[in-house]
């Protein structure tokens, strides 16, 4: 009885499947060029995946990772074949290179009777891969096996190419710890949209999470520290010396030839950070004979210890700061940057250099002998000079040197390579100076910055939306491209205590960065972009992965006029959406009034209540908003 019905209802589930909509193609990161033909290719358990006879090692292993990551939703057993069938999915390296594709771009071509995917180079291969995935039924993300859904995948003619060689993500796992796994299943998240670097943040106040052999206090004391689980920075008090460092942890160097090899065979690079003189509290925490005063120091653990001030000046409470008068400082960085640039075989090694303190690097003896000795006038070249310093250590080791912008002031040496956060200035200033820039700026790839409405999100003390990700220009008025390596969005953890919560804060905005970094300038398009983000919403609830909606909830501002009148001004992030509000406490859906332009708020009002919709269905989150906060948001006359 079961066996005569069982291909019955195989049938009849095909059947059913056939009569889905074929979906319009929808690719992120934008393809150079994606041309939708008419028809369908259909995955099935006989399809086989082509590699030439003789073709790369590189080919067979992609083959069987994409068997692999196919059989997981389908259950087909996708064997490879190399004896040249021309349906099924080929991966072809080009004999005869073609020069538009260059080393990263690919064609994939999918007919009624097959998918062929051609590069000059396996990267190519792997990111037509990524594009075919796109193409597949959502369905293709479920992390089991999905019956009933027919694996079509729509007829198309892609040709495309990188914008940028240099496409970057920044996973600080410094402040927090996130395991070696996390980091593999980072880089999973990030190839999917062709992004090719990954920038580990591997050392900061909070914790030194790297093996170096020869300076083992590095990771037995600065790795650890006492465990806050609330809001960070609000410590109340700093912790007692008994209390026991639980929290934290570290890679060995197994481990990061693990993560290495990892992101090989996904064409990712990592890029370590050690980030010096500043951020420096868990490796003075170690060894702290390589600070100004030579005192005792904890790895930092979320009490107040900077003091900021308007203009962006800020001085430290706690010294935090490697110390530029002490040779010994020096033979540590010689002994770190050797481990660090064996283990990673990447042309550079980042130095940080970010947000150090002179306040304490002033009122040090060792530093006034220092700048009598060389020469130097003010705090900047004294940090110029240790920057040099690092960089004639790190080229001593085949590398090149990165830092953040900071390395520019007090002057910098003609072979350093800058990484611009502080907004575009210090990146035109660097390209404009004929060194080699990465953007960065936090004003567009900041993800730790709260995305959506503030009162709904987890506080951050700066807001970055998504329109805003997705209008990152790598190339800013005023520099020659040629200096500009390309972008990367940068996700610090303070924040992040687990890997959900880094998810959310990742995507979507990660996408408008891929978008930025990989898509022609000319093809980038609003409306189209978040469309296809949409789907991929659709794609990220199948694979369980968490990201945010907050684009689709209102944008909520205020302003008055001469008399003093507060209005509130409503907008959303994408078209075709509705905004309905209420003042009267009671909770707005699509009968209540629309917005069309700034409302008066009501003299008697205590909270708007706002609501989006769209097609008749609430889409984005209400906010409750204090008609106290509302009248903060008004700009002051
Ligand atoms: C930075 O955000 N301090 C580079």
Redesign the pocket.
């Known amino acids: 009885m079961k066996k005569t019905l069982l291909p019955l209802m195989m049938a009849m589930g095909i059947l059913a499947a056939h009569s889905q909509t074929m979906p319009t193609p929808s690719v992120i990161p934008v393809p150079a060029s994606l041309i939708a033909n008419s028809g369908t290719f259909t995955l099935t358990n006989n399809t086989v995946i082509s590699v030439a006879a003789g073709s790369s090692k590189e080919l067979d292993e992609m083959s069987n990772q994409l068997s692999k990551v196919l059989y997981t939703a389908t259950g087909f057993h996708l064997k490879t074949d190399h004896a040249g069938a021309s349906d099924g999915i080929q991966l072809e390296i080009l004999s005869t290179p073609n020069s538009a594709l260059g080393n990263e771009g690919y064609r994939l071509s999918v007919t009624p009777s097959g998918v062929h995917i051609s590069a000059n180079k396996a990267a190519g291969v792997f990111y037509g891969i990524q594009s075919l995935m796109q193409l597949l039924p959502k369905e293709i993300e479920s992390n089991t096996m999905v019956n009933q859904v027919s694996w079509t995948i729509p007829c198309v003619t892609i040709d495309d190419q990188p914008r940028f060689g240099w496409r970057g993500l920044m996973l600080d796992v410094s402040r927090h710890f996130f395991t070696k796994e996390e980091v593999k299943k980072f880089m999973d998240d990030m190839v999917k949209f062709k992004f090719n670097l990954l920038h580990l943040h591997l050392t900061d106040d909070e914790g030194w999470r790297i093996e170096i052999k020869s300076l083992p206090k590095l990771t037995s004391i600065g790795a650890w520290r006492v465990e806050r689980n609330g809001k960070w920075a609000n410590s109340p008090k700093a912790a007692d010396a008994s209390e026991p460092k639980t929290y934290g942890g570290f890679y060995t160097q197994e481990d990061i030839k693990e993560l290495v090899k990892y992101g090989q065979e996904r064409f990712v690079t990592i890029m370590p950070e050690i980030d010096v003189p500043g951020h420096s509290m868990a490796a003075l925490a170690a060894y702290p004979e390589l600070s100004c005063t030579g005192g005792e120091h904890t790895v930092y653990q979320g009490i107040p210890f900077m003091n900021w001030f308007p203009g962006g000046k800020f001085e430290a409470i706690v010294e935090n700061g490697l110390c530029p008068a002490n040779e010994k400082v020096y033979d540590f960085l010689d002994k770190v940057f050797s481990e660090v640039a064996t283990l990673f075989p990447f042309e550079y090694i980042h130095m940080g250099g970010?947000?150090c303190a002179k306040n304490f690097w002033e009122k040090s003896p060792a530093v006034q002998a220092l700048m009598k000795k060389e020469g130097l006038k003010t705090m900047p070249e004294v940090e110029s000079y240790f920057v040099k310093r690092v960089e004639k250590i790190v080229n001593s080791k085949g590398k090149k040197l990165m830092g953040?912008d900071e390395i520019l002031e007090g002057g910098i040496s003609p072979t350093a390579n800058v990484m611009s956060?502080r907004g575009v200035k210090g990146g035109i200033e660097a390209a404009k100076s004929k060194h080699n820039v990465v953007m960065t700026p936090?004003t567009f790839a900041y993800l730790d910055y709260v995305q959506g409405e503030p009162l709904l999100e987890a506080p951050v003390y700066a807001s970055l939306r998504l329109n805003k990700t997705y209008s990152f220009d790598p190339v800013q008025e005023g520099m020659d491209a040629k200096y500009v390596l390309g972008g990367q969005g940068?996700q610090?953890t303070e924040q992040l205590g687990n890997y959900r919560s880094l998810q959310y804060m990742t995507w979507p905005r990660a996408l408008a960065i891929a978008e930025s970094v990989w898509s022609p300038k000319e093809k980038k398009d609003w409306n189209s972009f978040t469309s296809r983000v949409e789907k991929q919403f659709d794609r990220w609830d199948i694979s369980d992965d968490k990201y945010s909606k907050a684009m689709y909830d209102a944008i909520v501002g205020a302003s008055k006029d001469e008399k003093g009148n507060l209005y509130a001004n409503l907008s959303t992030e994408l078209s075709g959406m509705n905004i309905y509000y209420s003042f009267d406490e009671s909770n707005p859906d699509n009968y209540y009034p629309k917005y069309s332009k700034p409302v008066l708020v009501p003299k008697d009002a205590a909270t708007m209540k706002i609501v989006t919709y769209r097609d008749g269905k609430q889409i984005g989150k209400q906010i409750n908003i204090p008609v106290t906060e509302l009248a903060k948001r008004a700009p002051k006359k």
């Open positions: 970010d947000e953040w956060w936090s940068n610090w």
